[in-house]
């Protein structure tokens, strides 16, 4: 059963040595699923058998065993344990993801979220006993407004994505409430994947802006399509292709002539914090991805946060709940749309943001100053034109002159040799490195995205610039097939991807045993 949809298991020479009686290899063990590892009558902690209680359920009864494994507590550590070391992270290497900034999370920031006084604060608790927190709410988003130059801003949403979706709620209030509801969103063909799709599900019909020969937004094309339905452009500054928008002023000015709102996707921020303040450039909202820009943990699903800035147009509508201060000093947190918040287009969650995530991203901020935020931003864009420079020549970047915190390669390198992105990523996993993003943005062919951060070393940076051109001398000799099986060293070799995706197994099912619970 172990092997049940995973036809990959490393074997033989070619997966690095010999067999071995067990499976393992050292201290890659190979490791069961938790269902596999059921031990019948096996417990972590002994408990007296319940009272009789009555049945809530009335006729529901169920069927059988819900067919949880049987385990003790070492093998429950254990199973998880190893599972974990075969995770790639930040804190293992090198995390190279364009787009996704996998910077360094200092522990300090760690340190500082698990105070008692933080990390045991329940979102009901009576206000007067959690006015520290709202003090440190109501600081970061001091500083959030400080460094984008923006009069208002927006903390409850979780995520990037949820940033996005309420930067245009409140567009959309704003517009309704001029009588002026509109029906198109302008989005670049570079953007994240969220920009039209956050745009899309709010009703509005999106229409494409093409990229010019220089990665950046067609100004032309954008005021050819800018029209009196349109409610806003999208756009992300820096670019996706790792670029800044060189013309943003003048689009900003086409787009607020036409009676719009310019939305601002701030997932690369880290590019140009204490360098540019959006609100400067004609910025109406923008979200700040505080798990990206101010190094609090993320991938895998979250947690996130991703407060909203916003202009003074939109600063009404922002949604609740929303920290003011009292005329006594103390501190309160508005959650309903009453006196400053009549406008409020209403709330987006339950309670009032990533707790977690504010703690991390002010002490990020409080222990790097004003300067070391600005110097950071400076050290990503630096390092970003460190693996430019050095893996030009080897490799093809996709347009010329430097680029900002992430560099942009195509395809054009492997031209001729069969070698693909993908085949060329799986073999990086072997030298130790989580791939570059693949395939994005859709602007350039066959696009490998690399966004070093301002976390990494020269020397680390030299010996990825060194691993990265050998390999592209190694494609370049001919040996496609050996890029074409790799990985070879992982606890799982290459999946069949389009078998994957017709004929996915989601679900473990045991040959015997509780096979009626399982279904």
């Known amino acids: 059963m172990n092997r049940q949809g995973r036809p990959t298991r490393p074997s033989g020479a070619g997966a690095g040595g010999a067999e071995t009686f067990t499976g393992n290899r050292a201290l890659m063990i190979e490791e069961a699923l938790i269902f596999e590892q059921d031990n019948p009558g096996a417990t972590g902690v002994d408990l007296a058998p319940p009272a009789t209680a009555k049945r809530r359920l009335g006729p529901v009864k169920p069927r059988g065993a819900i067919g949880l494994p049987q385990l003790s507590e070492p093998q429950v550590v254990r199973h998880y344990t190893r599972l974990s070391q075969k ?47 709202l003090e440190l709410i109501d600081e970061l988003a001091r500083w959030l407004k400080l460094l984008t130059g923006m009069p208002a801003v927006a903390m409850t949403p979780g995520a990037g994505a949820h940033g996005e979706m309420c930067g245009m709620m ?10 002026d509801p509109r029906s ?36 032309a094309a954008l005021k050819e399509k800018l029209g009196p339905d349109v409610a806003a ?109 009549a406008r409020s287009f209403g709330r987006m969650k339950g309670f009032h943001g990533q707790m977690g995530m504010f703690v991390r991203a002010l002490a990020y901020m409080l222990s790097h100053g004003a300067d070391g935020l ?34 942009l390669f195509d395809d054009g390198f492997l031209k001729g040799t069969d070698v693909s992105t993908l085949d060329f990523a799986k073999a990086m996993i072997d030298e130790g490195y989580h791939p570059m993003t693949m395939y994005f943005p859709l602007v350039v062919h066959g696009a490998m995205l690399i966004e070093p951060t301002e976390s990494e070393s020269k020397a680390t940076l030299d010996e990825f610039v060194k691993t990265l051109r050998a390999l592209a001398d190694r494609a370049k000799a001919g040996d496609a097939d050996y890029f ?35 279904e």
């Open 233 to 341: 452009v999208m756009l992300t500054n820096p670019n996706t292709c790792g670029l800044f928008e060189d013309e943003i002023v003048e689009i900003a000015e086409a787009v607020h002539a036409a009676g719009a709102f310019f939305y601002c996707d701030g997932a690369n921020f880290n590019a140009i914090v204490g360098r540019v303040r959006p609100g400067d450039l004609g910025v109406d909202a923008m979200h700040i991805n505080l798990h990206k820009t101010f190094s609090t943990p993320h991938g895998g699903g979250g947690p996130g946060a991703g407060p909203v800035v916003l202009s003074e147009a939109l600063a009404p509508f922002a949604p609740v709940p929303t920290v003011v201060r009292r005329p006594d000093g103390a501190l309160h947190l508005v959650e309903h749309i009453e006196g400053g918040q």
């Open 87 to 133: 995770n790639m992270g930040i804190d293992s290497a090198l995390y190279p993801l364009g787009s996704c900034t996998m910077k360094h999370n200092p522990r300090l920031n760690e340190k500082m979220a698990r105070l008692p006084g933080f990390a045991d604060l329940h979102p009901m608790q009576p206000e007067s006993t959690v006015q520290g927190a």
């Open 184 to 219: 198109r969103v302008l989005v670049p063909e570079s953007a994240h994947g969220t920009n039209p799709a956050t745009a899309a599900a709010l009703g509005y019909t999106v229409d494409s802006i093409p990229a010019n020969d220089r990665g950046r937004v067609d100004l």
């Open 170 to 179: 409140a567009i959309r209030s704003a517009l309704e409430a001029k009588g």
């Open 374 to 407: 600005k110097q950071a931003s400076e050290d990503a864009v630096l390092n970003a034109n460190y693996v430019m420079a050095g893996l030009s020549g080897a490799m093809t970047p996709s347009f010329e002159g430097p680029c900002m915190h992430e560099a």
């Open 484 to 518: 074409r099986g790799a990985p070879y060293h992982t606890p799982r070799r290459r999946l069949d991807e389009t078998a994957a995706a017709r004929k996915p197994i989601l679900r473990w099912r045991p040959e015997t045993g509780m096979q009626e619970a399982a």
